[in-house]
C-alpha cells in the first residue's frame, strides 16, 4: 500500500490533469509512480520533462534502459525493475539482456562498458577515474553521451527512491529474479 496520497487522473487538474493527459496520449495509462510524484506538480513536470529531452539526446533507448536496469537493481527498486525491463524490451533488448544487465555481465561490449561506468558511478561517492572515463570512451561513447548516462543515472536515482519511499504499487509485470 502506498504511502503517499496518490493523484487519480479524474481528480488531476491544472498542470497535472495536462502532463497526465500527454501520459495517457503516448502510453494509455497514468502509471502508480506518477500518480504519487503528482503530489508535487513541479516534480512531475520536471520528471516528465527530464524524460523527454534525455529521449532527444544521442543515447538509444537500449542504452538508456540498461542505465535505468543498473540503478533500480543496485537500489533494489521492484517497481523500476519491472518498469524498465518492459520498456527495455520494448526497446530492443531481450529478456536475457535485462538479466544480463542487472547481473552486471552483457555480451555487448557497448552496453557492457556502460554497464561497468554506471556501476562504479552509482557508489557511495561516484568516484570515477580515469581508466573509467578511458574505458566507456573507447566503447564508443563520446562526451555528450557519458553526460547523458550519468543525467539517466541521476534521474533514476530520484524515481528509485521515490518509489521505496512511497512503496509504489507495482503496475507493470513483475520483472524475472535473478
Known sequence: MPRLNL??????????KELYDGLKATVGVVPNIYRGVANSPAALDVLLGMG??????????AQTEAVKL??????????????????????????????AIRRGTIADSG???LV?????????????????LNAIRGAGFNDAQITEVLMVLAQTVFTTLF????????????APGL
Open 7 to 16: 493523484v487519480a487522473p479524474e481528480q488531476a487538474s491544472g498542470r497535472v
Open 52 to 61: 523527454a529531452k534525455l529521449r532527444e539526446g544521442s543515447l538509444t533507448a
Open 70 to 99: 543498473v540503478v533500480s537493481q543496485v537500489y533494489g527498486c521492484h517497481y523500476c525493475l519491472a518498469a524498465h525491463t518492459l520498456v527495455g524490451k520494448k526497446a530492443g533488448l531481450t529478456e536475457g539482456d535485462t538479466l
Open 111 to 113: 552496453l557492457q562498458a
Open 116 to 132: 561497468r561506468f554506471v556501476n562504479v558511478a552509482i557508489q557511495p561517492g561516484g568516484r570515477i577515474s580515469d581508466d573509467e
Open 163 to 174: 518509489n521505496r519511499a512511497n512503496r509504489t504499487e507495482v503496475d507493470f509485470p513483475a
